[in-house]
């Protein structure tokens, strides 16, 4: 194992001191998997915070009844850009960053396949986002561009047609998140590419880091769905421009089908953002556990489980669009169906902190707030399954809390504790315990308040996407709530920046592998030289670093 | 998270119970409203009756105290124009809550009025009883991991004097059981298999495909951002009722909805009466609710919809059946003009009005509410304002002030003119 002996001085490697613009330059024409990782973390994460501002002005305006903080036309496009932006602007990017950063250095490769098209994936996505964002910009200039995309993040027909979507603000939409999928599936062909044909000696695929399954399954996921979203588009595109009638029931187009299109793309995407986030809980809870994760086999075998039901069950978004009773049936029961496997990883996760030596480092705390979330996120997921529960709760207020458990406290959780515990590798620096708590503590709280009464004023009748509501109706308390809880997010997640820049700019050298872990990214130096490995290692079990840790008790007796 | 569930245990469930609604039912409706300063004008009290008899209970009909006594009358709509009249004097009783800019809001229900689980019709009263069987598995559920994770996070931290001592040492490595693995997947697996067949059920009862017996037949047509409602065959001689934005049905007997859009989704969700159901251009859908009792039910437009999504309000008054028979008969037939207001009726033809607007006899325009009897209503702008002369007089000067971005242009009218409309429309009773 002579192989996985630690070369940190080679680790700054090319760039040297040569100045800003060569450095900015070294940044931009990169194919590096490893910058291009950090990159779309980076970029990901600056979305986030637009998002975030879209999100703090919609609390503002909902903070009473008949506010009149915003106008009705701004407010629905603030709701279309932040759900747009953190879908596919902030969910995909990061989570396909951490993808990119991680998977050759967990399975032991210098790069991924094709290291081009992983850059050129990033710079689509780059370029669709600012073309998405150019909407901002685009309307004052040009008569009739429109201004930013207003009718959803779902943009059902025919809300979206030429006769109720005048300018251009929906072809922006279009366009924009057509460029930045494109990018998408590329860097899901390189991820199967790689994960296939790039792994070191002895890493079979059952011996695979968890979170490599899950990015397996994210890509295959988006190859199979993706594709849908974009010749949807293409189609509403050419309603748009070119006089064709897919979704036009005027004539005789279907409004249905959109919905059939969009959500067969649609839910798919939202495991797309879910699995990466169990990945690092997969990666995280046992290092910090100090266990093995409990039950590999049927992990594996409950992610694969998740990718097949997840293409069949689209249509529990539609429930209330008048389907059959049958078509209701079938759905509701794929969707109970899929809370099986999700289960079991919950368990999973459990068994694997019994008995341990549970270490509550920040990712540590991060991954316990993301399980203790995501158990309230899919129960309340499993009450929307239920059909006529749904009749009631489906586009209500009950809704947004409850996929904001799922996506926030499950997905974003998860990315901050993705931060928290990979930062070092990428950085050689540990960002500052205290400050981490902190963020977690006041993020929660924050959290907390402004997503659980949600489900209460879901509960008492409130339909989202409303820009102002009635008074007296008994949502004006849950309201308030709700938005005293955003600043303690935005302080939440100004205290990681800080921390982030900080360490960045003060932070002291942590060493190679400052969590003491087992799988193959931390048999590198810290951070890894481009070339990742000098000698490709050789896997000989699941848990690499443990054999070598544990020469008396390998692992590999086990599998 | 904790704080999460001790803010169901403590805050939420006194307000989604039904039993706790019970407490609201004390107050009469009317102590929550004060007279506001729009309509103390003159020019409002003189269209109002000065004979004005105390109103109604049109608060939420699950809040009367004594629902099933015999007598529904205290608790009912108008039954005839005399009543309607005085139902119209609510708009001297509204809630004291605006906002700079808006003009008063319609009579309010207090809290509870949209609840899910207030249900007062078979479909509502189904998903209700679903819903706590769904809730309490869920609950419990939660409660087992949750309490475990916390178990787990108590017990297996690692202690740090402990953590010196067992430095060298890691826990002992389990790296899976088939047997404990199998119960973890075969017991969710039975709990999802009951919930669906208990899904199953309801919605075999929620969902028909055919009208109760004796069902009420009314379509149901989402515009952008309004509500149309027809009663095509109910008076059985050909005549057909239009009306706009308030529904009213008869107490206890099946009302069957057939939903469509004149331009895109919508979705009309009245939670006491029933569960959503969009309304999608080019399709017809259904759904069907019975009112238990007599009174106002609220709700809105559930899909989004484009700019005044928010102000696609939806309000059902259901009425004994013998008020609802007078007030379709009454519907069905021309308003009677009063003789001071021709020149009004005059104007309302020979402006753009009657492009979008039809008042039976006068004008036929199908893109926004029909006007026949328009006066014979509580608010206007699908219910984002109480029926007044002042409201209707700001409404016609400018809509956009009032719903911004709704499809109704300001005529640029002069006050003369204004005048003359809003004394026309005021009479169509």
């Not at chain 1, 509960?459 to 008074?471: E, F």
């Not at chain 2, 787990?152 to 693995?181: D, K, M, W």
């Not at chain 2, 308003?335 to 020979?350: N, Y």
Request: net charge neutral; aromatic share 12%; with cysteine.
């Amino acid at each position: 194992m002579s192989t996985l002996t630690s070369h940190t001085a080679q680790a700054n490697d090319s760039i040297g001191d040569r100045g800003l613009m060569a450095r900015l330059h070294q940044w931009t024409v990169t194919v590096d998997h490893k910058r291009l990782g950090i990159m779309y973390v980076g970029s990901g994460l600056l979305f986030f915070v637009i998002a975030g501002i879209q999100a703090t002005l919609m609390r503002l305006q909902l903070i009473a009844p008949v506010n009149d903080f915003l106008t009705p036309d701004t407010f629905n496009r603030l709701f279309t850009m932040h759900g747009t932006t953190m879908v596919f602007l902030v969910g995909m990017p990061v989570l396909l960053g951490f993808g990119n950063y991680l998977v050759p250095l967990m399975i032991g490769a210098r790069d991924m396949a094709f290291p081009r098209l992983n850059a050129f994936g990033f710079w689509l996505f780059i370029f669709g986002g600012l073309l998405l964002y150019y909407s901002y910009i685009g309307s004052a200039g040009l008569y009739g561009a429109g201004s930013t995309p207003d009718a959803g993040w779902f943009m059902y027909a025919p809300l979206t047609s030429r006769t109720f979507s005048r300018g251009n603000a929906t072809d922006y939409w279009i366009l924009g998140i057509m460029v930045s999928g494109f990018g998408s599936m590329t860097t899901a062909v390189n991820l199967v590419a790689t994960i296939f044909s790039m792994r070191c000696p002895g890493m079979t695929l059952m011996r695979m880091p968890l979170l490599v399954w899950m990015m397996i399954v994210v890509a295959v996921l988006i190859l199979a769905v993706m594709p849908v979203l974009t010749a949807a588009q293409v189609m509403l595109l050419f309603d748009r421009s070119m006089g064709a009638h897919f979704f036009d029931p005027q004539h005789d187009g279907s409004a249905l089908l959109w919905q059939h299109l969009f959500w067969f793309f649609g839910h798919p995407e939202v495991y797309i953002l879910i699995l990466p986030a169990f990945g690092f809980i997969s990666e995280i809870v046992p290092v910090f556990s100090r266990k093995v994760i409990f039950g590999y086999p049927l992990m594996v075998a409950a992610t694969v489980a998740i990718c097949f039901i997840s293409l069949g069950v689209w249509a529990h978004h539609m429930f209330v669009a008048g389907l059959s009773p049958f078509l209701n049936a079938l759905f509701a029961a794929s969707t109970f169906l899929i809370s099986v496997p999700t289960g079991i990883k919950i368990f999973n996760w459990l068994g694997t902190m019994w008995g341990g030596r549970i270490r509550f480092d920040v990712p540590m705390l991060f991954a316990t707030g993301f399980l203790s979330l995501f158990i309230f996120g899919g129960l309340t997921g499993i009450m929307l399954a239920v059909v006529p529960f749904d009749w009631q709760l489906s586009d209500s207020y009950f809704v947004v809390g409850h996929f904001h458990y799922v996506l926030i406290g499950g997905t974003l959780f998860g990315i901050f504790g993705a931060i928290f515990y990979w930062f070092p590798k990428a950085f050689g620096k540990k960002l500052d315990e205290r400050l981490g708590k902190w963020t977690f503590w006041i993020f929660l709280i924050g959290f907390t308040l402004t997503f659980f009464p949600m489900h209460i004023s879901g509960m008492l009748g409130m339909p989202r996407r409303i820009y102002t509501y009635q008074p007296d109706r008994g949502w004006e308390l849950w309201n308030l709530i709700s938005t005293i809880g955003v600043p303690l997010q935005i302080l939440g997640v100004l205290i990681l920046v800080w921390n982030i820049l900080r360490t960045l700019v003060r932070g002291k050298p942590c060493g190679d592998d400052p969590w003491d872990a087992w799988t193959l990214e931390w048999a590198t130096s810290s951070p890894p030289p481009e070339w990742n490995f000098h000698e490709i290692p050789v896997c000989t079990s699941r848990r690499p670093l443990w054999d070598l840790k544990h020469p008396d008790d390998p692992d590999e007796h086990y599998e | 998270m904790l704080l999460g569930a001790l803010l169901v245990l403590l805050g939420a469930l006194p307000v989604v119970l039904p039993g706790a609604q019970a407490a609201d039912a004390a107050a009469p409706g009317a102590s929550r409203v004060t007279t506001s300063s729009v309509d103390s004008t003159p020019a409002a009290r003189a269209v109002s009756d000065p004979a004005r008899k105390p109103l109604p209970v049109i608060c939420a009909p699950g809040l009367a105290p004594n629902p099933d006594a015999g007598d529904a009358r205290g608790v009912r709509g108008p039954r005839d124009l005399r009543d309607m009249r005085d139902m119209r004097d609510m708009r001297d009783m509204r809630d004291n809550t605006t906002s700079p800019g808006m003009l008063d809001r319609p009579p309010s229900s207090g809290a509870g009025v949209t609840a899910i689980f207030g249900a007062d019709s078979p479909p509502s009263e189904s998903i209700r009883q679903l819903a706590w069987l769904v809730l309490g598995i869920c609950a419990g559920i939660f409660m087992i991991v949750e309490g475990l994770l916390i178990v787990a996070v108590i017990r297996f931290r690692r202690r740090r004097q402990a953590a010196q001592a067992a430095q060298e040492h890691e826990p002992t490595q389990l790296y899976g059981s088939n047997p404990i693995e199998l119960a973890w997947t075969i017991v969710p697996l039975l709990i999802v298999f009951v919930l669906g067949l208990v899904t199953i059920r309801t919605i075999r009862e929620v969902q028909l495909t055919e009208p109760p017996e004796g069902s009420l037949r009314v379509q149901v047509i989402g515009h952008q951002w309004w509500w149309e409602y027809r009663f095509p065959d109910e008076l059985g001689d050909g005549r057909e009722v239009v009306t706009a934005n308030e529904l009213v049905v008869p107490v206890g007997r099946p009302v069957w909805l057939e939903l469509e859009s004149a331009d895109v989704v919508h979705s009309w969700w009245v939670p006491r009466l029933a569960g959503k159901t969009d309304c999608i251009p080019a399709r017809t859908n259904v759904t069907w609710f019975q009112a238990r009792r007599a009174g106002l039910y609220l709700g809105q437009c559930a899909e989004y919809c484009g700019t005044q999504h928010a102000n696609m309000l939806l309000r059902v008054t259901a009425v004994p059946p013998d008020d609802f028979r007078a007030w379709l008969e009454h519907q069905a037939t021309p308003a009677v003009v009063d003789a001071g207001v021709d020149e009004g009726q005059r104007l309302f033809a020979a402006l753009a009005c009657l492009n979008c607007h039809a008042i039976d006899g006068v004008s036929a325009g199908m893109f926004g509410p029909n006007l026949s009897h328009l006066a014979s209503r509580e608010t206007i702008g699908s219910g984002i304002v109480p029926l007044t002369r002042a409201n209707l007089r700001a409404w016609i000067a400018d809509p956009q002030k009032l719903k911004i971005g709704c499809n109704m242009p300001s005529l640029k009218l002069d006050d003369r003119q204004l005048d003359l409309l809003t004394d026309y429309l005021m009479t169509l009773r």
